[in-house]
């Protein structure tokens, strides 16, 4: 199935356009609600000093697309292949790292004419916490630290990065895991008895 995708995305009808010039431009997007700095040090900077060390080409750039409220939707990276065409090896390769590294289901390669390579292995769980309509005392004597802490030791985590979002009314907490409903069912005990995540929000982001 993978080989076949590639095929059809360089096949034989992108010639022309291929040739017209010596390198190309791909975009990964990844389905990861993680902070520009952190998408820098977790993503772009192992992939630009590995795609380099394999002489294949560079990063050029990166960006977060964030929602109106300025949630993080996704981010991505722009990638300069330094072939008139690019190979199933490369592309595996380039998958396979950023696999490694913790790309969430949902991420993809676009291709310079548009087509799509599906990728990613985590799934991700979002915690939105009532930020306005909780009892004053629990917003003093309680601390989002804490849960982030604490659902990242009931889920097991060994992830350094926190990623988080905070809104007029909400701020969310997301967590990228091997399982979602293992993840939840971890995390339902805590969730109703702590009182800070009286009226949270759970939900699946990958």
Same mark, same amino acid.
């Given at each position: +199935?993978?080989?076949? #995708? &590639?095929?059809?995305?360089?096949?034989?009808?992108?010639?022309?356009?291929? *040739?017209?010039c010596d390198e190309l431009f791909i975009v990964v997007q990844l389905n990861d609600k993680i902070?520009? &700095?952190?998408?820098?040090?977790?993503?772009?900077?192992?992939?630009?000093?590995?795609?380099?060390?394999?002489?294949?080409?560079?990063?050029?750039?990166?960006?977060? +697309?964030?929602?109106?409220?300025?949630?993080?939707?996704?981010?991505?990276?722009?990638?300069?292949?330094?072939? +008139?065409?690019?190979?199933?090896?490369?592309?595996?390769?380039?998958?396979?790292?950023?696999?490694?590294?913790?790309?969430?289901?949902?991420?993809?390669?676009?291709?310079? *004419? *548009?087509?799509?390579?599906?990728?990613?292995?985590?799934?991700?769980?979002? %915690?939105?916490?009532?930020?306005? *309509?909780?009892?004053?005392? %629990?917003?003093?004597?309680?601390?989002?630290?804490?849960?982030?802490?604490?659902?990242?030791?009931?889920?097991?985590?060994?992830?350094?990065?926190?990623?988080?979002?905070?809104?007029?009314?909400?701020?969310?907490?997301?967590?990228?895991?091997?399982?979602?409903?293992?993840?939840?069912?971890? #995390?339902?005990?805590? &969730?109703?008895?702590?009182?800070?995540?009286?009226?949270a929000r759970v939900i699946q982001i990958a």
């Amino acid at each position: +199935m993978f080989k076949k #995708i &590639i095929n059809k995305i360089f096949s034989d009808k992108n010639h022309e356009t291929q *040739n017209e010039c010596d390198e190309l431009f791909i975009v990964v997007q990844l389905n990861d609600k993680i902070m520009p &700095i952190d998408r820098g040090s977790r993503y772009e900077d192992p992939l630009d000093e590995f795609i380099r060390k394999k002489g294949y080409g560079e990063v050029t750039g990166g960006g977060t +697309m964030q929602s109106n409220n300025k949630e993080i939707q996704f981010c991505d990276i722009e990638v300069r292949i330094n072939q +008139m065409s690019i190979s199933n090896k490369i592309l595996s390769e380039i998958i396979e790292k950023l696999e490694g590294w913790g790309a969430p289901k949902g991420s993809f390669i676009k291709s310079f *004419n *548009n087509d799509i390579i599906q990728f990613g292995k985590k799934e991700g769980i979002a %915690v939105y916490l009532d930020g306005k *309509n909780l009892p004053s005392n %629990v917003y003093q004597e309680c601390d989002s630290n804490y849960v982030i802490e604490e659902i990242s030791r009931l889920i097991e985590s060994e992830d350094d990065i926190y990623r988080y979002w905070e809104g007029e009314v909400e701020t969310a907490l997301y967590f990228y895991v091997d399982s979602y409903d293992e993840a939840h069912k971890k #995390i339902q005990e805590f &969730i109703k008895s702590y009182p800070l995540c009286q009226n949270a929000r759970v939900i699946q982001i990958a």
